[in-house]
């Protein structure tokens, strides 16, 4: 199957105007990133500085509630979610999208809401690479390879979250992303309102996104352009953009962490549990694969030990490869170990590795679920 990718010309994005000022500047990774000596320096130093970071950031308390929930099942290229690691030969595997709520007291003891991953739908229509993919089959295929569970409206409904109550919206990236139902627009929109400004299904929310991933969108790069939609942020209002520059404290053990190299801006939420400390991201698609000598797939425990690969990383978008290396080791050693299998680290993939295609990759172990605390329904 041939994809073909159009190229993107530059695009006027608004000047983000959203403050940042109600979060904590985290500095402990940070001088692990610029490291002298290269990327192996780096990488040395980003071992001993999740440990540091780990201590300080158990002692800032754990949320009030935190919890995963599926909203979709969809396709991936085998040689991207697995890259080199595997001798599986089926094109495709399937990965589950999973959007994750955190909830948190502020210092005036009112309850915040962070929306971390909530995808307006499985497959937005203006992803180049996917927008290709399935003009290229039949309807009754796409219906046979993409699941829609839940949207993230039917899982706030559940739990008793209103819309109006969400506070921040945050991705590990804005690939596939289009917020402007999420957010609103200040202009007619061709596609979707044609006659109207968007109105804003989250009215108080701001979005939260890492400076050097938002100046990309304006102008990007070969490597970029199959995953991102960087016209739909054009009318989106500046008020409601929250630029940051690293990691920052959220909230007592609600985290936003750079973990830059699968794009610019990468991002990781970090959750401290009643269970541990739990990071999320898409740097890979399977918590075994941040310990892959313990992985039943096929070829990937002994490709690890012939390149000395201490993890797999997802590789769609090779931005820069080291770094992202780098990246999904600090987020394996802030984790802890799983307390249902403890050859497995409290990784959990936002996009992650299912059983569902005949002769696809298969799962070694999978977390399913997180919930911690009590969710608002239930309070």
Known sequence: MTIKIPTTDPVILPEPSGSAEAFTVLESLAPA????????????????????????????GVPAYAESFDLSTIPYPTAFGLWRATTIDAEFMNFRIRMFVAQWHDESGTRRTLLFNA???????????????????????????VKVHHSPLDHLEAIGIAPEDVDYLAYDHLHTQDLRHWLGTTRPQDDISPDAPVEAVFPNAKVIVQRTEWESLSDLHPFQQPWYQPTTYADVPAEKIILVDGDVLLGPGVALLLTYGHVAGNMSLCLNTDTGIWTFSENTVAAELVTPEHSKIPGVAEWAEQWHQEVVINANTIESAADQYNSLIMEKYVADFSAVDPRFRQFFPTAELIAMLPGAAEPTFMHERLIHGTAPANG
């Open 119 to 145: 995808s307006d739908g499985p497959l937005d229509s203006n992803t180049p690479y996917f927008k290709d993919l399935f003009t290229s089959r039949s309807t009754e295929e796409v219906r046979e390879i």
């Open 33 to 60: 990133r610029t490291a002298p000596g290269g990327v192996g320096a780096r990488l040395r130093a980003t071992k001993a500085a999740a440990e540091i970071f780990r201590k300080e950031f158990a002692a800032t």
